[in-house]
T-cell receptor
C-alpha cells in the first residue's frame, strides 16, 4: 500500500531534550516536506527536500533541522525543543509536480 | 481526534445542498492550486487541483474555479453528504512546486 508513515504518532517531552520524528514513504517520491499545524494558523511549511541531499527552508524553519540521506526517509530533528514547538506535525511527499500525500500526523507536546 | 483549528470559519449546509468554499491567495506568481480535505485525526487528503492556465476543473461531485484577476479560488461540492464534513484547505505554489502555502481552512458542517 502506497503511504507516508510517521513515528511516533504522539510524543510528550521536556524542554531541551533532543528528539527526532521519522518520516518514510514507499512511493519513490523525490519531493518530501514537513509542516506544522496550529489552531488558527493552518499548515505552515518547515522544510522541504527536492531530492536526496537537497533540502531547503520553508516558512518556519527556526528550531528545526532535517536530513535527506536516502530518498524514502526525511526525519525532522528538534535539537533543543521549546514549548512553542508544541504542535501537530505532518510529513508529505509527492512525485514531480503532482499531488502531495500526507502522513497521519505526529502530535508533539513540549513541557 | 486532534483539533485542527479552534476558530476556523464555518460553513453549515443541509445534506443534499451544494457547498461553496472560498479561498483568497496572495501570490500572483502562484501557478498551481490544490484543495485538501482534512478529517478529524487525519492528515490532509487531496481533492482536486488546477493550474493557472485554467479557470475551471471538474472532478467527481467537486468543481474548482480559479479567478486570477482577483486571486480567488473556490471549491464547489455538489449534493453535499455527511461524509463531506471536514476542514477544507486551499494551497498554492509556484511553478517550481517547492514552497506550498496553505490557507487557514474552512470547516464544513453538513446538517441532516
Amino acid at each position: 500500500e502506497a503511504q507516508v508513515t510517521q513515528n511516533p504518532r504522539y510524543l510528550i517531552t521536556v524542554t531541551g531534550k533532543k528528539l527526532t520524528v521519522t518520516c518514510s514513504q514507499n512511493m519513490n517520491h523525490e519531493y518530501m516536506s514537513w509542516y506544522r499545524q496550529d489552531p488558527g494558523l493552518g499548515l505552515r511549511q518547515i522544510y522541504y527536500s527536492m531530492n536526496v541531499e537537497v533540502t531547503d527552508k520553508g516558512d518556519v524553519p527556526e528550531g528545526y533541522k532535517v536530513s535527506r540521506k536516502e530518498k524514502r526517509n526525511f526525519p525532522l530533528i528538534l535539537e533543543s525543543p521549546s514549548p512553542n514547538q508544541t504542535s501537530l506535525y505532518f510529513c508529505a511527499s509527492r512525485l514531480g509536480s503532482n499531488e502531495q500525500f500526507f502522513g497521519p500526523g505526529t502530535r508533539l507536546t513540549v513541557l | 481526534g486532534e483539533s485542527v483549528g479552534l476558530h476556523l470559519p464555518t460553513l453549515s449546509v443541509q445534506e443534499g445542498d451544494n457547498s461553496i468554499i472560498n479561498c483568497a491567495y496572495s501570490n500572483s506568481a502562484s501557478d498551481y492550486f490544490i484543495w485538501y480535505k482534512q478529517e478529524s485525526g487525519k492528515g490532509p487528503q487531496f481533492i482536486i487541483d488546477i493550474r493557472s492556465n485554467m479557470d475551471k476543473r471538474q472532478g467527481q461531485r467537486v468543481t474548482v474555479l480559479l479567478n486570477k484577476t482577483v486571486k480567488h479560488l473556490s471549491l464547489q461540492i455538489a449534493a453535499t453528504q455527511p461524509g463531506d464534513s471536514a476542514v477544507y484547505f486551499c494551497a498554492e505554489t509556484d511553478n517550481y512546486g517547492q514552497n506550498f502555502v496553505f490557507g487557514p481552512g474552512t470547516r464544513l458542517s453538513v446538517l441532516p
